[in-house]
């Protein structure tokens, strides 16, 4: 199971919002490229980068970063936030970005996404952000009449290999991850799944790593590894089964 470390950016900052609103922003680093050096020495199979400002309007506004991030990296990153068109996926892909998350495209446009999934199956992942258990979209700015669950059910049916579920409610909350949530997904779907938001404790991993064995591929931890409630090499070390008891709250 996958502990992937968040680096989200905003203005050419490395910072962490609390439930998807902007207005509530923290920042952490002025140097994302150094804090992705900093995960990837810490043992970090995988990053995850997202372009704030893209998402927030509409079009991939930190790609240096972001491509710096790439070249400074030896681990996978997976980028999101933003990236509304073919153009865009293929730019990403050809300076090396291992997983691109899209997310309001799917809703809007399912012939590009359909594209997407045949083209680049193992490429492109279907970012599911919920509030109230309804998709959000446009950087979380509009909901839409559509349940989380059963749009997983059908960005499935169109060709998607994975999905990251994201609760905007917890995210940057640490008050947990919403674990009821996660597994009655993990029930609906047939794909492997990705958890995102409120994850604080190394307790929250333990019962998230428990589904592993019904599709639960990893976690994204943001606040929780910058504020130092999650040692992200203690986090690593339950996922491989080798830390029994709790170590930190």
């Known amino acids: 199971m996958l502990i992937i470390p968040a680096i989200d ?7 962490r919002l609390r439930e ?13 490229v150094e804090v992705a050096a900093k995960w990837a020495s810490r043992k970090a199979k995988m990053l995850h980068v997202v372009d704030l400002d893209g998402a927030r309007y509409g079009r991939l506004t930190n790609i240096s970063l ?57 490429k492109i992942v279907a970012g599911i952000d919920a509030r109230y258990d309804y998709v959000a979209i446009e950087g979380w700015q509009n909901t839409t009449p559509i349940k989380a669950f059963d749009f997983a059910r059908e960005m499935e049916q169109l060709g ?22 996660i597994e009655e997904l993990l029930k609906k779907i047939n794909i492997p799944l990705i958890a995102s938001g409120g ?9 998230l790593k428990k589904f592993e064995n019904i599709g639960l591929e990893g976690m ?22 080798k830390i029994k008891d709790e170590k930190r709250n």
């Open 20 to 32: 998807g609103r902007f207005k509530e922003m923290e920042i952490f680093s002025d140097d994302p």
């Open 220 to 241: 994204i931890i943001g606040k929780a590894l910058y504020k130092g409630s999650i040692l992200l090499e203690e986090a690593i070390k339950i996922t491989q089964g």
């Open 160 to 181: 998607a290999r994975r999905i990251i579920y994201t609760d905007i409610q917890r995210d940057g909350t640490l008050q947990g991850p919403n674990i009821t949530n």
């Open 66 to 122: 972001i491509e710096k991030i790439v070249r400074k990296v030896d681990i996978p990153v997976q980028v999101g936030g933003g990236i509304r068109s073919y153009e865009e996926v293929k730019r990403l892909i050809n300076f090396g970005v291992n997983r691109i998350v899209l997310g309001t495209i799917l809703w809007k446009n399912k012939v590009l996404a359909q594209r997407l999934f045949d083209e680049f199956p193992e």
């Open 199 to 207: 994850i604080a404790s190394l307790m929250d991993i333990k019962k």
């Open 9 to 15: 950016i905003q203005e050419g900052k490395c910072v």
